[in-house]
């Protein structure tokens, strides 16, 4: 009910009296008026006027389904959210839903995570209000070791609605950090449950640091949008940026089977090339140059004897940004 | 209790009183003479002679904890041993009980499958007292791309348990079917949990025809050991072979993170090599000649147009085995 009275003072721009929403909605004008004042306590600005009615001034920065959902005009991704007020992590959600049965395109996100993941093990701090934390359900039709490419392609496209959004120069520290001035402004963390011939599902969990205005000492090289641009955003109109660039590409990535046609997009937001990296491998450390990118979305490096490498995974660090100066 | 009174019949060859099993292990004797008849039940032939007590005579075809941790002396591959009677499907217990922390080595195996599954989304059928249906978790640290190199070993180790215990000529049909006398007699489903960085778990299910006397005719191209022997084998002594054959080369492909010390063995062991196969992929079929296994376990064949390809996953008929003459 709070979100048809919500829609119902989105479609007119001017004064509604209670009287008209609740004869049209089929309610009490104390139900209106109770769902009026949830609003109001979600931060959502109406404007009360005595024989008037209610009137629509401003809408929070909130990323509910019905939010997200009533500016999107895309076929598949998020055509179905599952939105939380918190979540213990959303990549953990989307799993749970993708082993039922959800849906490809199924979006899980939340205004805060509790314990919130990152790649390698590591935890993601996920605060209340200020960040996008989402996960994606996708059932495309490859091979586990294909999934590599999907991340890329998705980090492409948020460093470019990022970009858009925020007029940011946002690159890409490959496989998928968003950085901003040489600091992590997200990360990407891809999961999957696949057999050898195919993946099952694929879980892209996405966290932008979109409008925090510091980070505790433990975390020196992250930042955020906000604090590179010094303006806040609506977390919405990024994710709604990412999912209408992501649902082009990815349906086009899923006709072709390659991110070939993306590469050189890619590889032009990449911070990565050209420079050197430290290379954390199962094997042990080394440095190298990093050359260019593959068709199978590896790094494709030079070490210190002059061989040419692929890299595939793992911990790359560039010289210049984070802490590998 | 049951098995306690197994353990203690198996230790002596002669008779023991039920007098003496009972104080022993601390409990009555007719708990004995009951824990007895359970044995009895199960096909386990135990003589009882007046004043002289029990003697175990035989012990029949089955595959719980007990039968198999008595004949295995390998370290972690089946230190956990989880039987059931009757299970929905092997690799879906695994499932489960890896996502709840379920340890590296443990083993799943039943009598019967309720809804056994096979490659590429088939059903498997899984009958009770005949087959080997059996999942192991598996944590090696690897990335979801070599995942498939890890299934060509325990294709080969099958391979050659079978070859040990039955003296049949078994080979094996890349990736890993193992077929005797042209006909399927195993099959292995691999799948995973995992991030890009690496494999959560890999779940490695295989289900090998052991005593069926005959199949519908709806599985023309299934046969099982003892068909094609006319003997029938006891399943644990195939369990035990696979088992200590796969510890053993796991651990090795473990530090060596590549299938190149294995790979001849799997060469001179696969059928498809040499051979005119159909292959199935994505984009359409095409018949080519297999040449060789590449080091990433991936089929390297020369198609119509004399070009070499790569083909990674999919469905690959040989001729002259299966359907395709």
């Known amino acids: 009910m709070k979100d048809k009275v919500l829609a119902f003072l989105k479609e007119h721009n001017d004064y509604i009296s209670g009287e008209e929403i609740s004869i049209k909605l089929g309610v009490t004008r104390a139900s209106i008026w109770k769902n009026i004042n949830k609003l109001k306590e979600e931060g959502y600005q109406i ?7 209610y009137r629509l001034i401003d809408t929070p920065d909130v990323i509910t389904e019905s939010e997200i959902s009533s500016i999107i005009n895309i076929h598949i991704l998020g055509k179905k959210i599952h939105y939380y007020d918190k979540v213990d992590s959303t990549n953990e959600t989307a799993k749970l839903l993708a082993r039922k049965g959800a849906e490809e395109g199924t979006l899980v996100i939340a205004d805060r995570q509790l314990m919130g993941k990152g790649r390698l093990g590591k935890t993601w ?18 091979t586990p070791g294909q999934a590599s490419q999907l991340t890329l392609l998705a980090g492409l496209n948020m460093c470019e609605a990022i ?7 946002s690159q890409i520290k490959w496989p998928n950090d968003i950085v901003v001035n040489g600091k992590k402004a997200c990360g990407i963390l891809t999961e999957m449950s696949a057999e050898l011939d195919g993946v099952n599902y694929i879980i892209l969990g996405i966290g932008v640091n979109v409008n925090m205005k510091s980070f505790g000492e433990d975390l020196p090289h992250a930042t955020s949008l906000a604090l590179e641009s010094g303006k806040t955003y609506l977390r919405r109109y990024i994710v709604k940026e990412f999912l209408q660039l992501f649902e082009t590409d990815y349906m ?10 993306f590469l050189e997009r890619y590889k032009k937001n990449c911070i990565t090339l050209n420079h050197d990296i430290k290379i954390i491998a199962s094997d042990g450390e080394y440095i190298a140059y990093a050359k260019d990118i593959a068709a199978d979305g590896s790094l494709i490096v030079i070490d210190d004897n002059k061989q040419e490498r692929s890299v595939f995974s793992g911990e790359v660090s560039v010289r210049g940004i984070y802490d590998y100066i």
């Open 252 to 261: 086009r990535y899923k006709d072709e089977k390659s991110i070939v046609v």
């Open 125 to 142: 701090d996920s605060p209340s209000g200020t960040g996008i934390w989402m996960s994606l359900i996708l059932r495309p039709k490859i």
């Open 47 to 53: 404007e009360s006027a005595t024989k008037r009615g």
């Open 163 to 169: 970009g858009r959004v925020t007029g940011l120069d």
